[in-house]
């Protein structure tokens, strides 16, 4: 699994496929692209939640907060997601993992509720399940629910249905099938409590910076592996929202990083959220009464370093929590409403190949001969191949003082460069790994190099074009200027 190479039909398929995008598309000047964005997105995006709120309605300053968590660490031996190669359930538990929830409710009345699980991730047919029985519990739609996951390697996989990927037997999937039914009902009860106990609260912002991650693209002379490329980019940044009581007391913090969680292996069989585990944990023992809730940025080609030791993963958390304190201790911008949320599924392209080419590609390294494979097999039955994946995009706007982007699945880093081009570099908080994690979103840069992150989707057949970078920066672009962040003019791409 970790030996990535290049994979030879890729370059000349990717120039062509781009070429034939660009010369079919007329950007329009940025202002006309604003008014359109602002124009479609009007029936997508008006604030969502009751029309009359209880508190004051003239101050964009005052929020209500609910927080609510429980514990969903496996009672019993399961199967761990992450490395196809482990060969057991899990052995233990080394540290608890949990689902935690922030209910925000604005001064209009405005609500939006962000879940953080100690969880690798799960697929859109979990998702549905668990913004089903939300709703059910608490009125939310599905566009005012944002499930973040910490995407740890060392917890359970959630499935529902047949499990792919991992050398799971019946017995075994019966256990990950009830476990995830389980998680989906405890969801429900946690956005119901956070509801119950929605409180006045103000909300600050800030960024600080925490060192350990690493890009893992290593170039050698047969291509990319996952190793480490200390020249590669990636976003060291750590994002902090806080919220605390009208008498400024610290009720809870939301914190993100941009970096894999993945300190531990498919060596280990014991029970853990990883460093992002960690950090939460140590920020909480560090400060009683307050909730710690992490936020996956994009990590796809970023690991930590150094890595391999439970160790390793307890200094990491360790290091993640001293820098939100930072962040902390110095001077917060205040996060004001109103809170407008958009939340939108679109298509992102598939590349299209000859049966010739999958051929090839199928007797390739591990991560492009499996979706290789299941693409032939569709071909021999007749099936189409699929042009495109959908997937879920959400922007959330609190006011002028604030974008949160979250990206669905697991993104590159490049991300967060294009979008910080396209949106301006200020007030934006950039997640990934966010509602539904279906496989690898990679950059046309990264797919123009070859290795592991080019893998696609791996819930269905399907890898994704280089076309994919535009379609998701221009969309978040409009999005968020449907919602009212101001978007500069000229940007990158
Ligand atoms: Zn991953």
Redesign the pocket.
Known sequence: MNRALRVFPWRGISRRLNERFLSSITFPPARAAIYVGVVVLLAGVIPVGPAVAQQNQSDPAVWKVGLARVDITPTEPIWLA?YAARNKPSEGVLAPLFAKAMLLEDFQGNRGLIITLDI?GFRENVAAEVARRIEEKTGLKREQVLICFS?T?TGPIVSLGAVAGYSVDEPNRAVIESYTRRLIEQLGDLAASAAESLRPAGLQWGVGVAPFVMNRREFIERGVRIGFNPRGYVDRSVPVLKATSPEGESLAVLFGYAC?N?TLTGQHYVISGDYAGFAQAKLEEELPGVQAMFVTGCA?DANPHPRGEIEHARQHGSTLAAAVREVLGGPMQPVRGPLKLAYRRVDLPLQQFTEEQLRAMAKGPDYLAGNARRMLEMLEKGEPLPKTFPAPIAVWQFGTDLTLVALPA?VVSDYALLLDSALGHLKLWVAAYCNEVFG?IPSAKVLSEGGYECRGVYVAPGFFAPEVEEVIVKEVREMAAGLGRPVPENWYR
Request: no cysteine.
């Open positions: 992450g690798i995407h390697h894999h993945t796809a697991e690898y």
